[in-house]
């Protein structure tokens, strides 16, 4: 259902199911799928017991057969980049506006074959997003620690932040806190719409910090989905992609469907002037890290070399790309 962006209260129906059915003894779940008794339960209504209910009955429920048949790759025409990608830079979980804990986030990208995916919530000042404070990216920090010490070196949860990039072009987390990650992606989120001249000098203000290893999802554009659309900001581009060939930073191919971030022109200015690129899912669930398909699609249209994307690298390459301006 993510994968397919389905409406979030369905996928969201489903999920609270799970947490309600999973901490119950098996015979319990099953007599109440017998009896018919499951939407008794808190979270559960009929379409989610009926799930569980084939499930205890040996049975694969409809929905997923019919699910299952979407399985294919989102997109088509990048394969070969895709499978050389070996992570993903930009991933939120419930610890700010994704939907599913951060342990589920990295267990998925393992099972989808990542060597590393670096876990990005928002900053403080995006409290729409529940952006994280200092106090509590510091408490997520050592959530982070403990995952890395049950996988055992099998898979790498990286330390990040997707920052703010506030209207002045400084970042919107204190120096000492950025300088504990492993990697850093930085985006604005407000004022999308300020004039091209002030935009452009703070989008260059926070490339220019050597804190920030990643511009996100550069022009803020949404071309469709349930958010509406959304014009993309406006600035000078060929300046601010020059400041990030100039100092290594990578420009984000955000392989959000709605987003198509950045658009095929400013892709292949960026191209031109010799940037780096990070193909991220930007995903908010489990389910939508597997939209690196459409950023891999596009990054091969495009024509750009796999060895300046830097989510091909290996896991000690990538880090010790990232903190070389430090």
Request: glycine fraction near 8%; aromatic fraction near 4%; include cysteine.
């Amino acid at each position: 259902m993510e994968r397919q962006r389905e409406e979030s209260r369905r996928i969201e129906a489903f999920r609270n199911a799970a947490r309600t059915i999973l901490p119950l003894p098996e015979d319990e779940v099953r007599s109440r799928a017998e009896a018919g008794t499951l939407t008794e339960l808190p979270g559960i209504g009929p379409s989610t017991a009926a799930v569980i209910t084939d499930a205890c009955n040996g049975v694969v429920p409809e929905r997923l057969v019919k699910l299952e048949k979407t399985a294919g790759p989102l997109a088509t025409g990048g394969e070969e980049l895709r499978a050389r990608l070996r992570g993903d830079l930009h991933s939120h979980s419930d610890w700010s506006d994704g939907g599913s804990p951060l342990e589920e986030m990295a267990m998925t990208a393992m099972e989808l074959g990542h060597d590393y995916l670096v876990l990005t919530d928002h900053s403080p000042r995006l409290r729409v997003a529940n952006g994280l404070s200092a106090e509590r990216l510091t408490r997520q920090l050592g959530v982070v620690d403990a995952v890395n010490e049950h996988l055992g070196g099998a898979f790498t949860l990286l330390k990040g932040i997707e920052v703010d990039i506030l209207d002045d072009g400084s970042l919107d987390q204190t120096d000492e806190m950025l300088g504990r990650l492993d990697v850093r992606v930085a985006s604005v989120h407000s004022k999308l719409r300020m004039d091209a001249a002030p935009m452009t000098k703070r989008m260059i203000g926070a490339v220019r910090n050597p804190h920030t290893n990643v511009l996100g999802h550069c022009t803020g554009r949404l071309v469709t989905g349930n958010r509406g659309v959304r014009p993309q900001s406006t600035f000078d581009a060929k300046a601010v992609f020059t400041a990030c060939a100039e100092e290594g930073v990578a420009v984000e191919i955000n392989s959000r469907p709605e987003r198509r971030d950045p658009p095929t022109r400013l892709l292949e200015l960026a191209r031109d002037l010799g940037c780096l690129f990070s193909i991220d899912s930007d995903a908010h669930a489990p389910g939508q890290l597997d939209m690196l398909d459409y950023g891999a699609a596009r990054a091969t249209e495009a024509g750009i070399d796999p060895d300046r994307i830097v989510t091909t690298w290996e896991r000690d390459r990538l880090l010790e790309w990232a903190g070389a301006r430090l």
